[in-house]
């Protein structure tokens, strides 16, 4: 299973569990509100402790030989698209993080920190392009293409009407992506399609398949969604192959290579994790409301105590 999700990290706690490979949980995505950083914090991620040596993240070869993906994407691309950008982008990042704070961390903490509600801090870039990537390669295959089936295709026909739709609308967003980035398919658990809004009333009826693009770095766990496939649209990722003709690259990427069994797996996986997420904020619910009312008798029970107080 964990062939189909980003596990290039040696570093990351639970390489078998689904993309937030994060040390805690999914749930941390749902909050990046809580990360707030101010002045000098900007200036000073760096530790003054003692230095210590965090294993580093590694270059991970995409699953299939560089020229498994001929003749839509040549060798040659993959050579300069996985051997000098994507090596550019882990090895920037182990040199930006070394002796701060984010080393250490998982790849998906630092990249939600970095983020830092759109005021992006200079790791960003290379730590969302390093996951970006692996997400990527692991999104194909050889012989990929053809239509998706099971719960896949039963949601996407809900949510977007039907399959064929939904080819439109990902081509639309990739297409129109102006500039370097990528397009996304998403399982998200929020309302809300602000920034890192945090929806405080959720239901079932949030949770759906959408169609989104970012633009440079940007991927959709920084608002706390459940990224499924990604096609990149940098130039980097077609030009060699099909110069300008991005919307070539974008028709036989869908129609040739998209692995639909990994994105029904990551699919799968997202399920699970929200449901996780869900029993957890449940239980901190009960937990609250047990706490007030433990509150509540104790206030009862010595209601006039001040009172008492001053008499004495
Ligand atoms: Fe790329």
Not at 162 to 186: M, N, P, V
Request: with cysteine.
């Amino acid at each position: 299973m964990n062939s189909l999700l980003p596990s290039t990290f040696s570093l990351l706690p639970s390489p078998s569990a689904f993309l937030p490979h994060h040390s805690h949980g999914f749930s941390y995505l749902a909050s990046p509100t809580s990360f707030t950083f101010s002045n000098k914090e900007r200036r000073c991620l760096r530790n003054d402790g003692p230095v210590e040596t965090a294993p580093k993240f590694e270059l991970k070869p995409p699953p299939y030989p560089l020229n498994a993906l001929e003749p839509i994407i040549s060798q040659e691309t993959l050579e300069y698209h996985w051997g000098k950008h994507h090596r550019a982008y882990v090895e920037n990042l182990n040199k930006q993080i070394a002796g701060t704070d984010l080393e250490g961390k998982s790849l998906e903490d630092i990249i939600v920190i970095s983020y830092n509600k759109g005021d992006i801090l200079p790791a960003f870039n290379n730590a969302a392009q390093a996951w970006n990537h692996d997400f990527f390669w692991e999104s194909i295959k050889p012989g990929g293409g053809g239509k998706p089936s099971g719960d896949l295709l039963k949601l996407i026909e809900r949510d977007f009407g039907s399959f064929e739709r939904f080819i439109d609308e990902l081509k639309i967003a990739a297409t129109t992506q102006f500039g370097s980035g990528w397009a996304w398919l998403a399982y998200k658990d929020n309302r809300l399609d602000v920034g890192n809004a945090v929806n405080p009333l959720a239901t079932e009826e949030d949770k759906k398949l959408v169609v989104v693009k970012s633009p440079n770095a940007v991927n959709p766990l920084v608002w706390g969604y459940y990224p499924l496939l990604t096609i990149d649209v940098w130039e980097h990722a077609y030009y060699l192959d099909f110069q300008n003709r991005r919307p070539d690259y974008i028709s036989l990427f869908i129609d040739k290579l998209v692995s639909w069994e990994v994105v029904s797996s990551r699919l799968e996986q997202a399920k699970v994790l929200i449901a996780e997420k869900e029993k957890e904020d449940e239980r901190k619910k009960r937990e609250e409301e047990e706490e007030l009312l433990t509150g509540g008798s104790r206030a009862q029970m010595y209601p006039y105590s001040d009172a008492e107080g001053i008499v004495e």
